[in-house]
């Protein structure tokens, strides 16, 4: 069976990536929202690994060296997902922006365009907002990011709402959100890896 690697991104004191408000801080909401999903991981006997177990920013060359590393000793192969929280602006305000988004590398696999897919997808059937490229015509954001580039894997980074939206925010610190988003994510694993 695949390992499922789990990059939350950004270290809990990385400058900016937070809610005007303080209520979302990036690095400590991508690491709550990893280890629940680690935890349903778990239970469905899904070997998984934590790609940033410190809480301190840990570099992107390292992040992309611990995946690859990880790829090359799992004999079944791994996948990636790289867990984030957008912004609309730098500028400490509220925006209107909203909604959870799948990214992947400018050198996208098909496999990597169909695991983005099945996220996509779950999250649209747990009933949450989810922005796609050109409108509706593709569900991810083909980009130039190097947790997606770099990796030898498929991987797909997920912008889990906008920390700068108030209602996005209202909905990632409730209880209720954080269980539909990790319900979503785990869903859009086991549909790609099944």
């Known amino acids: 069976m695949k390992k499922i690697l789990i990059e939350n991104g950004h270290g809990l004191n990385t400058p900016g990536k937070r809610s005007p408000d303080n209520r979302v801080i990036e690095g400590r909401y991508a690491r709550d929202i990893a280890r629940r999903v680690a935890f349903e991981l778990e239970e469905r006997g899904v070997p998984y690994a934590l790609i940033c177990p410190e809480d301190d920013d840990t570099q992107l060359r390292t992040r992309v060296w611990r995946a690859n590393d990880l790829h090359r000793k799992h004999r079944d192969g791994t996948i990636l997902v790289s867990l984030h929280s957008n912004a609309a602006g730098d500028d400490g305000k509220w925006h209107d922006a909203h909604g959870m988004s799948a990214h992947v590398g400018l ?39 190097a947790i997606c ?22 909905f990632a610190t409730s209880e209720e959100g954080r269980t539909k988003i990790v319900k979503a994510l785990v869903k859009g694993i086991m549909d790609f890896i099944d």
């Open 107 to 145: 050198n996208a696999s098909a496999n990597s365009k169909t695991f983005a897919r099945c996220l996509v997808s779950a999250f649209e059937n747990g009933g949450m907002k989810v922005r796609k490229c050109n409108g509706d015509k593709q569900p991810y954001w083909p980009q130039n990011l």
């Open 149 to 170: 580039r770099d990796t030898i894997m498929p991987a797909v980074l997920v912008e889990m709402f906008f920390h700068d939206n108030k209602a996005d925010v209202d």
